[in-house]
């Protein structure tokens, strides 16, 4: 059974930092690429972060140079550092992997950047 598992979400002043994890089971994780979505409430789900089997990372604009997507295919994970939170960073993350043959979701978790 293919499962991801979120974790790291929490309550963190603005300025603050957090690390999201989302831990892969049931698949082998090094051939699919990966990524980290979010929803805000009201909002549509947006790209955050992607990272390929080979590292190549992209980012959405209003991330760049605050949030750093990797992986570590030995322990099946795919970490989000986000540094300099904002409040409008606000949203429930998610978690995907997705190669030719499919593309699956982790259940999400919540961030709150709030003062």
């Known amino acids: 059974q293919v499962q991801l598992v979120e974790s790291g979400g929490g309550l963190v002043q603005p300025g603050g930092s957090l690390r999201l994890s989302c831990a892969a089971s049931?698949?082998?994780?090094?051939?699919?690429?990966a990524g980290w979505y979010r929803q805000a409430p009201g909002k549509q789900r947006e790209l955050v972060a992607t990272i390929t089997t080979g590292g190549r990372t992209n980012y959405t604009g209003s991330v760049k140079g605050r949030f750093t997507i990797s992986r570590d295919n030995a322990k099946n994970t795919v970490y989000l550092q986000m540094n300099s939170l904002k409040p409008e960073d606000t949203a429930v993350y998610y978690c995907?992997?997705?190669?030719?043959?499919?593309?699956?979701w982790g259940q999400g978790t919540q961030v709150i950047v709030s003062s």
């Open positions: 049931g698949i082998t994780f090094s051939i699919y690429a």
């Open positions: 995907n992997v997705n190669n030719i043959h499919r593309s699956v």
